[in-house]
């Protein structure tokens, strides 16, 4: 069955910066687009950043754009998210997903001094 696992969530000052990691498994990656998601404590779950199957079409939502880079590895069936300049804004759960069906269980980012 299909798995999404993050991981390399915590705690950081304002400025600094974390790098997630999705591990995936139980369908052919390499074929699928992939996604990471955000939650913070009372809002909706929004989209952060997308990249198709190949890596090389990427997508992101605005507020981040230029600080987050997301990026994947087919050979090592795990995409990532590197996020830079972290703003106390973007403290929330950090989900992966695939084929707008499959979850992992979220990461938490924290951002505050």
């Known amino acids: 069955q299909v798995q999404l696992v993050e991981s390399g969530g915590g705690l950081v000052q304002p400025g600094g910066s974390l790098r997630l990691s999705c591990a995936a498994s139980?369908?052919?990656?390499?074929?699928?687009?992939m996604s990471w998601y955000r939650q913070a404590p009372g809002k909706e779950r929004e989209l952060v950043a997308g990249?198709?199957?190949?890596?090389?079409?990427?997508n992101y939502k605005d507020s981040v754009k230029g600080r987050f880079i997301i990026f994947r590895d087919n050979r090592k069936n795990t995409v990532y998210l590197q996020m830079n300049s972290l703003k106390p804004e973007d403290t929330a759960v950090y989900y992966c997903?695939?084929?707008?069906?499959?979850w992992g269980q979220g990461t938490q980012v924290t951002v505050s001094s």
């Open positions: 997903s695939t084929q707008a069906s499959f």
């Open positions: 990249i198709s199957s190949t890596g090389t079409i990427t």
């Open positions: 139980g369908f052919t990656f390499k074929n699928y687009a």
